[in-house]
Each structure stands twice: as C-alpha cells, then as structure tokens.
C-alpha cells in the first residue's frame, strides 16, 4: 500500500473548507443550515441525522480533500469524523489526504472546542475562513487511547462517577417539565453536589497503583515545571485518590480546566487527585480556572499508564460512562491529527513534521 501523502502544517493561499453537522446535537437543526447557506455552497455542507447519512458524508469528505472540515456536533461527532476518515484513507489503495480538523462547539461539554477556540458564533468564523486571514494555527494533536477506543480525555473514580450521575439526572428528567435541571453546566452541578458527592462519601475510597508504562514520565510542580521523573514499569502513584484521569487538552467540558499542562497537544497530563473532596468543592472556582493547587493533587506529563484497582471503580472515556474495571491501560494515541485551532488569538505553530493525513 502507498503512504499516505504528507504535509507540513500551513494552509494553502486559497482554502477549502466543509462544513459537518450533526443534526442530533443540541443547538444545531435545519434553520441552522439556512442560514450557513450564503456562506458555504450546498455541495459543501453535510447535515446527517443518521449513522447511514454520516457514512455518506465521510466518503463524500474523503473524496473532496478539503483543506480544513469543520465538525459541529461536540466532541464525539469530531472524534466519529475522525476515526472515519483515517479508516477510509487506511483501507485506499491510493491514499487521498485528509484534512485539518475543526471544532464547533455544538454539542454538550465541548471539550476540545474550548481548548481549540471554537465559537457557536459560526457565521463571523465562516467569513474569516472565506477571507482566508491567516489568522488560524494549524497544530499536531494527539488523543486519549483506551482500550481501542480515541477520546480527548478518560479517567477512572470522581469525575467518571459524576458524569455517570450526570447522565442519569439528564435521562430521567428529559421527559419532565424540570428537564433544565438536567441539561448542560446546571445538570453537572445539580449531579455533582446532590448525587456524585454523597454517593462517593458514602462508598468511601479504593487503593489503586498507577504503573508508568511509557517512556520516561515527568512529575510536575505547582508551576508546571518537571520536579522528578519516573522510568518505564516505575510506579508513579499508590493511594486512595478521588480521582485519577489522563487528557491531551485542557478543558475537561463547560470551559472546565481541569488539566492545565494539557496545552500543546502532544503531551498526555495525568491527574492524580489524593485531596478530600470537600478540599475540592472549596476550591472549585480556581479549579475551574485552572489555577487550584493542593499538596495532593499530583500531576504528571506520561504517554502510557496502567491503573490497577483494589476494587472495580467507574470508567468514562470521552465523558461517556464505560462500566467498571479493576485494571485499565491509558496511553496516548501514536499518531496524531492536524487540527485547526480556530481562536482569534493566534497560537504558536508547532514546528513542521512529514505527517500522514
């Protein structure tokens, strides 16, 4: 099989862009696709409500090799578009170039959109990328790999036990009249404060081993700075955490930043929080920011971690709930994808590699 055709990371004086829309997400819908319609030609406007029709729209995606996609729809319809087109280019006996990845901020949580800068307002960002402004980093991204399955983000105790409890609230009032208590940043905290944390006092905590199953792996100080670092089949954590997740970008969802040394896209942060949980609800405002530091919150900059669990605790990958496992590998993906980071703030580029898109 050829390779697939290589690119440095800048975009071309006259772009090409598409634009893919879930039409399952909240906030996207037919009146939506009206408006787009001075802005992007029909041929290059894709709105799928089904799994058949967004097959359709990754051949046809494929075929065009735009320069950049825009994927509206959250984080799981960018990871879906994703996936789609590297299988689509892995299985062409003449492998077609992909293109960079862009996020509207669509669908619920928008992890990656907040960390890439991708803004609801889409008709101001449609002209910018019409004018072609150089105005738009294109950067290397690397993902979360669990268990064969890519995500911005997973983790296993607190936070994949409050997004479980989020989920439930969302499901059990969608029908009601209080349906708002359920949805968006409301619904995670009412499920936060009234369901994950009573649950997780009451069950109390489990003793776990973090196994440094990378390269070498870095421990960092308050500043981000590496304080030591740890060799292949070293441990780097045993205790009873409330929490221990890995990312490969910043925000956690709502604009959460709950990985602060997640920043570049090439680096995979883990976050071992020890601290009791009212330490946490405290400080929740500087969590927010990203600015919360404690004693025992441990943070790490690894490319692969085991966890191994006294006993079974509460999987999420992506903020989608995955059941309960006694023992889960954590590593970052090997190859990464160009994304377009849509701020109007320019970040730094990161320095040009052959890349296979």
């Not at 862009?102 to 449609?126: C, E, K, Q, W, Y």
């Not at 994949?160 to 009601?176: C, F």
């Not at 910043?250 to 604009?255: K, L």
């Given at each position: 099989?050829?390779?697939?055709?290589?690119?440095?990371?800048?975009?071309?004086?006259?772009?090409?862009?598409?634009?893919?829309?879930?039409g399952?997400?909240?906030?996207?819908?037919?009146?939506?696709?009206?408006?787009?319609?001075?802005?992007?030609?029909m041929?290059?406007?894709?709105?799928?409500?089904?799994?058949?029709?967004?097959q359709?729209?990754?051949?046809?995606?494929?075929?065009?090799?735009?320069?950049?996609?825009l994927?509206?729809?959250?984080?799981?319809?960018?990871?879906?578009a994703?996936?789609?087109?590297?299988?689509?280019q892995?299985?062409?006996?003449?492998?077609?170039?992909?293109?960079?990845?862009?996020?509207?901020?669509?669908?619920t949580?928008?992890?990656?959109?907040?960390?890439?800068?991708?803004?609801?307002?889409?008709l101001?960002?449609?002209?910018?990328?019409?004018?072609?402004q150089?105005?738009?980093?294109?950067?290397?991204?690397?993902?979360?790999?669990?268990?064969?399955?890519?995500?911005?983000?997973a983790?296993?105790?607190?936070d994949?036990?409050?997004?479980n409890?989020y989920?439930?609230?969302?499901?059990?009032?969608?029908?009601?009249?209080?349906?708002?208590?359920?949805?968006?940043?409301?619904?995670?905290?009412?499920a936060?404060?009234?369901?994950?944390?009573?649950?997780?006092?009451w069950?109390?905590?489990?003793?776990?081993?973090?196994?440094?199953?990378?390269?070498?792996?870095?421990?960092l100080?308050?500043?981000?700075?590496?304080?030591?670092?740890?060799?292949?089949?070293?441990?780097?954590?045993?205790?009873?955490?409330?929490m221990?997740?890995?990312?490969?970008?910043s925000?956690?969802?709502?604009?959460?930043?709950?990985?602060?040394?997640?920043?570049?896209g090439?680096?995979?942060?883990?976050r071992?929080?020890?601290?009791?949980v009212?330490?946490?609800?405290?400080?929740?405002?500087?969590?927010?920011?990203?600015?919360?530091?404690?004693?025992?919150l441990?943070?790490?900059?690894?490319?692969?971690?085991?966890?191994?669990?006294?006993?079974?605790?509460?999987l999420?990958?992506?903020?989608?709930?995955?059941?309960?496992r006694?023992?889960?590998?954590?590593k970052r993906?090997?190859?990464?994808?160009?994304?377009?980071?849509?701020?109007?703030e320019?970040?730094?580029?990161?320095?040009?590699?052959?890349?296979g898109?």
């Amino acid at each position: 099989m050829l390779r697939p055709l290589t690119h440095t990371p800048y975009l071309p004086a006259k772009l090409r862009f598409g634009v893919l829309l879930n039409g399952n997400a909240r906030r996207i819908s037919p009146r939506l696709v009206e408006k787009l319609r001075p802005y992007v030609p029909m041929s290059d406007l894709f709105f799928t409500r089904s799994l058949e029709e967004a097959q359709d729209a990754f051949r046809e995606i494929y075929l065009q090799q735009y320069d950049i996609l825009l994927v509206g729809g959250g984080d799981g319809s960018l990871l879906q578009a994703m996936t789609a087109l590297q299988h689509l280019q892995s299985n062409d006996r003449l492998p077609r170039r992909l293109p960079a990845f862009g996020v509207l901020p669509f669908g619920t949580g928008n992890a990656v959109a907040a960390s890439l800068g991708g803004d609801r307002h889409i008709l101001p960002l449609l002209e910018r990328l019409q004018n072609h402004q150089h105005d738009i980093a294109l950067r290397h991204h690397h993902w979360v790999d669990v268990e064969g399955q890519i995500a911005p983000f997973a983790g296993i105790g607190f936070d994949s036990l409050a997004l479980n409890k989020y989920k439930a609230l969302h499901a059990s009032l969608k029908q009601s009249p209080f349906s708002f208590l359920g949805r968006g940043l409301l619904g995670y905290l009412n499920a936060v404060f009234l369901m994950a944390i009573p649950s997780f006092l009451w069950n109390g905590r489990t003793e776990i081993q973090v196994i440094n199953e990378g390269k070498t792996a870095q421990l960092l100080g308050p500043d981000g700075k590496v304080v030591r670092e740890f060799a292949q089949g070293e441990t780097l954590f045993q205790g009873r955490p409330i929490m221990t997740a890995v990312s490969t970008v910043s925000c956690f969802g709502f604009h959460f930043r709950n990985f602060p040394f997640a920043t570049d896209g090439q680096r995979m942060q883990l976050r071992v929080a020890e601290l009791p949980v009212l330490d946490a609800v405290a400080g929740l405002p500087s969590v927010w920011r990203g600015t919360f530091r404690h004693p025992q919150l441990h943070d790490f900059l690894v490319q692969s971690v085991r966890v191994r669990c006294e006993n079974p605790l509460p999987l999420q990958i992506g903020g989608d709930a995955c059941g309960y496992r006694n023992e889960v590998l954590l590593k970052r993906t090997e190859r990464p994808t160009l994304m377009a980071d849509l701020s109007k703030e320019r970040r730094p580029l990161l320095a040009p590699i052959a890349l296979g898109r």
